[in-house]
């Protein structure tokens, strides 16, 4: 970790504490927004400390924090976070991870009842010791459990935005070994799945040894699971697990096919090929010469193709099938029949409609976040802030969005080059009401109405909320449509068929929330929305500049779905995209 995530993780730490230990919350939000100012600035903190001026100078930065920074930085620790983590136990923190579980409660349930993380929740929660205390509900105790229950279950998966990055930064290090031909990671990585069980590299060299001791030594490794010749498993700090396995250059399509999957794909890919009288396996593409006890490989049998999976899938007389298509879901019918979809790619997303600026909760300014959009190559930005019911995420009162209007209008009428929407975020309140009333949502150029609160509706009720708001005639998309969270909350389970029949009668976009820990809808459900036509937008709901960066989940969710380009409202030209947003206005 570099020094500021590893200090934004302590003013985090710090933070938490203060909300546990009842602190005034301006202190608790002050540590808050420090965290979050040194989580996403660029330059390294350490090279700031001779002048305690250039930390201050940073907004969210004042002066107690630039001391702690610079005891940091000299020291390697601060006092105060010493101290402060010294009063709780450090299970709470796992207990602020729950959803629905806030700081009070915590504090009431650790004072009042013991519980001090996870075992002892669960153990009271079963002895039902904790019915008593007060704002302790029934409700939010069953919605306690079930939350509990859902990260219980979930637990042993990454999510792929934490795996992408591990496994792109152990290939650059991996290239850097004498010998190194071919390099790639496979499995549900290179799918695109939204969570990764472990990672799978495979690789070519004419150095295995050195190339395995350069994997087993890498920094972050914190166990060797397995290591021999050809295969190698280690475990991250991280706490995910990585296998390398070394494979034969001219056979690398081969092994590259077989080891990315998915299971169930590689097994009819193998049933086509023994119908066309082969044999299919992770060495190649092989005749089928009736020999059944050796395998072909071992007996020198020449493979019909197995040195990229373009030339394997030809043999098969198959085009070659991008890797998120492989789940068994037809793909290969579809390949058979010449009818696969033209998948949709980063290059073409020419807007992002769904992004937030400091008047709510996000960290640009209307300006900053004009000149992001611009800087990725799009001709449109839409800003929608939070609306007034969002407290937590500093929603605006409908005073403050006719101000923020006003201020994204002169801010747009200032650029070149680029349309700028004022919108608006707005809540769906359990009832499927929208958060302002029709004459203010009418005045925004953009309307993205999206569920928050009350996740854990009954499905009758979350169908009946959300197709309202895709019914609703000034509502352009459908923001998040579930509220899920990946591995932590199971959000809303409507009934899909029915949002998508709606969005298609009212032209409303459903949306692919393009942040790694929502990627909401799902793949599933963007397949079966594009096979109903509905119009579907890919967004990465920026709060930060490096949200942006979060499109390319999106895009392999969208591409999982098999989405194509023409169907994504991001992806149009600037006159198609308004005349669109101009219809329900
Ligand atoms: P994961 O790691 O749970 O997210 O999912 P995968 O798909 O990465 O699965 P993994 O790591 O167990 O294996 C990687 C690929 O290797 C898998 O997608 C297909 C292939 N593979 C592994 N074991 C078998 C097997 O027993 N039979 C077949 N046909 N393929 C296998
Ligand atoms: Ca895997
Ligand atoms: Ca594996
Ligand atoms: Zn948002």
């Not at 021999?228 to 001219?250: F, H, M, N, Y």
């Not at 640009?364 to 190559?377: M, V």
Request: overall charge neutral.
């Amino acid at each position: 970790m570099s020094s500021n995530a590893e200090l934004a993780k302590i003013f985090y730490d710090m933070a938490a504490v203060l909300e546990l230990t009842g602190a005034n919350a301006f202190r608790v939000n002050a540590h808050a927004k420090a965290a979050r100012v040194l989580k996403d600035l660029t330059t390294d903190v350490s090279t700031l400390v001779d002048d305690p001026k250039q930390l201050t100078a940073i907004d969210g930065i004042g002066k107690g924090t630039a001391e702690r920074i610079i005891e940091y930085v000299e020291t390697g620790t601060i006092a105060d976070h010493r101290q402060l983590m010294a009063k709780v136990p450090t299970g709470l923190f796992d207990l602020m991870q729950i959803p629905g579980l806030g700081p009070r409660t915590i504090k009431t349930m650790w004072e009042q009842a013991g519980v001090t993380n996870m075992t002892t929740l669960r153990a009271a929660l079963d002895a039902g010791t904790l019915e008593d205390l007060p704002r302790l509900g029934p409700k939010l105790l069953e919605n306690i459990k079930a939350s509990m229950d859902f990260v219980a279950k979930s637990s042993g998966r990454t999510r792929i935005g934490t795996a992408l990055p591990l496994a792109e930064a152990i290939i650059t290090q991996l290239k850097q070994v004498k010998g190194l031909k071919q390099i790639e990671y496979a499995g549900s990585l290179r799918r695109g799945a939204e969570t990764i069980g472990d990672i799978d590299i495979l690789a070519s060299t004419t150095q295995p040894k050195q190339l395995s001791e350069a994997f087993r030594t890498m920094p972050g490794v914190t166990d060797v699971l397995g290591s021999g010749e050809t295969k190698s498993s280690v475990r991250l700090d991280a706490g995910i697990q990585v296998d390398l396995r070394i494979v034969d250059d001219p056979a690398f399509g081969a092994a590259l096919l077989y080891f990315t999957g998915s299971k169930q794909h590689n097994v009819r890919l193998r049933e086509r090929a023994i119908r066309m009288k082969h044999r299919l396996n992770e060495y190649g593409l092989f005749p089928n010469d009736g020999d059944s006890k050796t395998p072909p490989q071992a007996r020198g049998v020449n493979a019909v193709a197995a040195k990229t999976e373009k030339d394997i899938f030809k043999a098969l007389k198959l085009p070659w099938i991008a890797p998120e298509l492989r789940e068994d879901r037809g793909e290969i019918s579809a390949a058979d029949d010449g009818v696969l979809p033209k998948l949709i790619e980063e290059s073409q997303i020419k807007s992002e409609l769904h992004a937030h600026t400091i008047a709510s909760d996000g960290n640009f300014t209307i300006e900053a976040l004009i000149e992001q959009a611009k800087s990725r190559g799009f001709h449109t930005i839409a800003v929608t802030d939070h609306s007034k019911s969002s407290a937590q995420a500093n929603g605006l009162s409908v005073d403050r969005l006719l101000e923020h209007i006003d201020a994204i209008h002169e801010a747009g009428s200032k650029v070149k080059g680029i349309t700028i929407l004022a919108g608006s975020e707005v809540d769906i309140h359990a009832d499927g009401s929208l958060d302002y009333e029709d004459d203010v949502l009418a005045k925004l150029d953009i309307v993205v109405a999206s569920p928050h609160a009350s996740l854990q509706q009954e499905p009758a009720k979350a169908t009946k909320r959300l197709v309202a708001a895709i019914s609703h005639p000034l509502v352009h998309i459908l923001g998040h449509p579930t509220g899920r969270i990946i591995n932590r909350r199971e959000g809303l389970s409507p009934d899909i068929d029915a949002l998508i029949a709606a969005a298609v009668e009212h032209d409303t976009a459903l949306e692919i929330n393009a942040n790694f820990m929502r990627l909401d809808l799902r793949d599933t459900h963007v397949r079966a929305a594009v096979k109903a036509g509905s119009l579907l937008a890919i967004n990465t709901d920026a709060h930060t500049a490096s949200d942006f960066d979060s499109l390319h989940y999106g895009i392999l969710t969208a591409r999982r779905g098999w989405l194509e380009a023409n169907q994504c409202v991001n992806t149009w030209s600037a006159s198609k995209l308004s005349k669109w947003l101009k219809r329900k206005r």
